[in-house]
């Protein structure tokens, strides 16, 4: 089946500090991988996206990387900044049938600090 | 551009009673997802709708029930609530162009309690 795993949190961090949040997946089918973030009290907002091998995904300093043979997409951000304190999840979808779900990771709190 | 809209925010319910939520998806978007996050947990998927049917469902009961409207905007209907029903549920809405048919845009979701 289809499936997704993510470090376990919390990840506690200084400011400025690197940022790796690992994902690995299981999926029949070629799937499109996601980050999605979630900030306290709020719901999913897309980080990023990469929907075939090699694809590289982007945005506001985060990158990842769909890597087919060792089926990761780890999150990675160079510096962080406390506003970065949220609740990551990496998140697949297979396209069946007509339904195009989400299948999520656990999520990964992380926790920046000035 | 609006995005997706739920309501209402936070609900409390006791054991057996039912409970309607409601979306309303992005404009231009014909595709409504609904998913259950509980406490500490990744959203669990429960269904889908695209232009007013069910073309999907995750691995919840009959008494979670769904409607599209032909506006696209969107019901999750849940009877006889059980504890284990409190959640946090969130709304998500696709495009119609193929090429980004998969991403999911989500709402801000409805916190449900059940006493």
Redesign the interface.
């Known amino acids: 089946g289809n499936s997704?795993t993510q470090m376990e949190g919390p990840v506690t961090l200084s400011e400025e500090a690197f940022l790796t949040i690992n994902c690995t997946y299981t999926a029949t089918g070629y799937p499109?991988l996601f980050w999605?973030v979630q900030y306290p009290g709020?719901?999913?907002?897309?980080l990023l996206?990469a929907t075939k091998a090699d694809d590289k995904g982007s945005n506001k300093g985060f990158e990842a990387t769909y890597r087919k043979e060792t089926t990761s997409f780890h999150l990675e951000k160079g510096s962080v900044q406390v506003s970065d304190s949220a609740v990551y999840?990496c998140?697949l979808?297979v396209?069946?049938?007509?339904?195009?779900?989400?299948?999520?990771?656990?999520?990964t709190l992380l926790a920046v600090q000035p | 551009e609006t995005g997706v809209t739920q309501s209402p925010t936070h609900l409390i319910k006791t054991r057996g009673q039912q409970v309607t939520l409601r979306c309303s998806s992005q404009s231009g978007h014909n595709t409504v997802s609904w998913y259950q996050q509980a406490l500490g947990q990744g959203p669990q998927f429960i269904f889908q709708y695209y232009r007013e049917e069910e073309n999907g469902r995750g691995n919840f009961p009959p008494r979670f029930s769904g409607l599209q409207f032909p506006n696209y905007s969107s019901e999750l209907n849940v009877n006889a609530l059980e504890l284990d029903d409190s959640a946090l549920y969130l709304c998500a809405s696709s495009p119609t162009q193929t090429g980004t048919a998969n991403i999911q845009y989500f709402g801000a979701g409805t916190r449900l309690s059940v006493l």
């Open positions: 997704v499109s999605y709020e719901g999913l907002q897309l996206k999840f998140a979808s396209y069946g049938g007509a339904t195009n779900k989400l299948i999520f990771g656990t999520g």
